[in-house]
C-alpha cells in the first residue's frame, strides 16, 4: 500500500446554518507526505480539517480515505481508520495527567492493543512528557501542551497526522522546535496535512501546498513553487513592495 | 438550648447525609458528562425502592442483598431510556438542549409516577427486617443496625465508582468525554456509547439509593420530586467533577438539616437545604468542591 493517496477530498461544500464554508474543495494527500494548507482566518482551514475529520460532516462532495468514503463516519471512526486530528487550541483534558492523556488516545481498539509500544516510542520523541507524567495535563506550559497534544494524536497510531495550528501562541523557539518534531514523524512514516498560520515554516516543511480564500481552492503546487509565487509572497509571506521598500 | 440531643442528631444526619450523597452522585454523574438534567432521577430513585420492597416482600430477599438485583435492574433500565429518550438530546445545542431534556424529564417522571400508582398503588411502603429497630448503642448515642448498613452500602457505591472512574479505561473515558466530548471523540471515544453507559450508571445509583431508601425510610410513587431536589442541592452545593466532594456535601447537607431540627425547629427542616443553596450559588457558585 505504499503508493496513492491517503486522503482525497473531492468536491466538498460544508455549511454553518445557511453559511457556506467551504465551496468545492478538493485536496489529495498521499502516503508519507506532508501538506501545508495555508489561507487567511476565515478561509475554511479548520472547517476543512474537521471535515476530514468526522467532526463536521459536508453537504455535498465526497472524502475517502485509502479509496473508502467516510464522510459520513463519525469522529472517532475516523481515529480507528488512521486519520487523527490535533485541534486547534489543543484542547487537552486538563483535570487528567499527561499518562491519561496520552493513554486517551490509544483508546480505538486498534491502537490499544500496541498501546505500550506506542506510548515508548512518543516518549522517545517527546521525553519532557515522561518526566511530567503524573502531572495534571493543565498545569503544562503551552509548549509542552502542545507536544502532549502531538503525542496524543500519535497514541493513535495515524498513518495521516491533521494540524490546526500548532504554533498557535507559542514562542519562536518553541515553534522550531514542534516543526522539527514534525519532520521527525514525517520521517517515520505518518503523513502530515497541517494548517498554519505562519506559512513560511510550514511551506518549508511541506512538499504540497494548497492556498485557501474564502471556502476555495485557488492556488495549489508543491510547495517550492508556492515559495516562489508572487500572490502568496505578498500574501502570506510578509513581501511587500511598499513604495519601493523589499524586504 | 439543650445540647444534650447534638450528638445523636449528629449520627443521624450523617446517616441521612450519605444517602444523599448516593441520590445526588448519580445526578451530578449524568448532568456533568451529558450536561442533561435528568428531572426524573428520583423517580428512578422511586423506582429502584419497589423494586427492593417486592423483592424482601415477595422473596425475603434482604435489602442489602437485593443491591446486587436493583443496581442492574435500572442499569438496564437506564439503557432503555437512554436509547429511547436522552440520546436524541445530548446533540442538540445547549439551550435547546436543556429544554428539551427538562421536558423529557418532567413527562418521564409524571409517566414513571403515574404507573407506579395503577401498580402498587399510593400507599407508603417501607422494608421491615428481622433487624429493624435494632442497633448498637455506644455512649449513649444509637446507631440502628439499618442505617449502619446503608452508610457502608452508600460509603461502598461511592468508593468502587471512584476508582471505576479514575483506574478503568472506560471510567477514564467517561471523564474525557465530561471535559471535552470533541476531544474525546478525536481520541477514538465514541462518545455516543460513554453516554449510553454514563446514563445507565447513573441510573444504577438511582437504584442503589431507593434500595437504601427503602429500608428504615418510606417509599411511595410520589417521592421522586423530594429526592431530585435533594439531589440537586447537594449537586449544586459540591459542584461537579470529584465523586467524593459530592459525597461530603451530601452529608454535610444531611447534618445541617438534623441540628436545624433542634435550632429553629423540624418545621423548617426542608428550608434549610434551599437556603444552603441560595448561599453556595450566591458565593461560590462553582460549588464547594468544584473546579474554576
Redesign the interface.
Known sequence: MRDGPILEVDGVDAHYGDLQALWGVSLRVDQGEVVALIGPNGAGKTTLLRAV???HHPSAGDIKLRGQRVETF???RI??AGV??V?EGR??????TVL?NL??????HR??AERFETLRSALEIFPVLAERASQRAATLSGGQQQMLAVG??L??LPELLLLDEPSLGLAPLVVENIFGVLREINERGVAVLLVEQNARMALELATRAYVLEQGRVVLHGSATELLEDERVQEAYLGYRGVAGVHL | MNLEPVPQLLVFGVFVGALYGVAAVGLALVFGVMRVLNVAHGELLMIGGYASFWLFTLWRVDPFVSLLATAPILFVMGLALNGGLFSHVVRLDEETKIKNSLLIGFGLALILQNLAIQLWTADERSVTAAYSGLGLQLFGIVFPYTRLGGLAAALLGIFALHVFLQRTYVGKSIRATAEDWEAAELAGVSVRSVYLITFALGSALAGVAGTLVSVGFTIAPSIGLTWTIKALVVVVLAGLGNVFGVFAAGVLLGVAEALSVLAIGPAYREVVGLALFLVVLLLRPQGLFGAR
Open positions: 475529520a468526522g467532526l463519525p469522529a472517532h481515529v480507528t487523527v486530528l485541534p484542547r487537552l483534558f486538563g483535570g487528567m491519561e493513554e486517551m488516545g490509544a483508546f480505538s491502537a490499544r496524543r494524536a497514541m493513535g
